[in-house]
């Protein structure tokens, strides 16, 4: 939603708090009857284009930001794409089981969240069932040399770093 208001008026701040494009308002035009003051409307039109390419800039960032963040991975999407593809539920992951599949589930999502996160080990320890950071650095190694024995080579590096 669009509000074109002062920013510390109460309705820009209301708007502020619901995520609106507050926008800055340019000054009011004294009321004037254009019909008999001219000089009047090139300065009304000028504001308002003004104003026009403000609205449509703060859209035009809104929109790339949106777009940018669609696409950033973060760890719950990481958690839910790779319990579809190991066919795990999620309370699994979270869970004391150690099996094969859930094992395997768990040090694919180590080295994925440790990859394009910036998550620390404990942190994603702590995210995925209370792990112990020792044991997400080992599930990562041990990821990459799943990986390398099926001849699939991955990087030790974050991305980025």
Known sequence: MIVASYRNTERGI??????SVVL????????HLFETDYSLVPLAARRFERFMDAVRA??????????????????????????????????????????????????????WAWRLTRL?????????????HTT????????????AQMGRHLRTLRKGG
Request: proline share 4%; hydrophobic share 35%; charged share 25%.
């Open 58 to 111: 703060e859209l035009a960032a809104r929109h790339l930001i949106n777009e940018q963040s669609r696409y950033r991975a973060n760890f719950e999407r990481i958690v839910q794409r790779l319990s579809r593809v190991f066919q795990v539920s999620i309370v699994d992951l979270h869970s004391a089981r150690c099996d094969r599949k859930v094992s395997q589930a768990r040090q694919a999502i180590y080295y």
């Open 24 to 31: 800055p308002f340019i000054a009011p035009v004294k009321p």
């Open 120 to 132: 620390s080990s404990p942190q994603i320890g702590r995210r995925l069932g209370n792990r112990d």
């Open 136 to 147: 997400v650095l080992h599930g990562v190694s041990a990821y990459q040399r799943k990986r």
């Open 14 to 19: 209301r708007a502020a708090r619901h995520n």
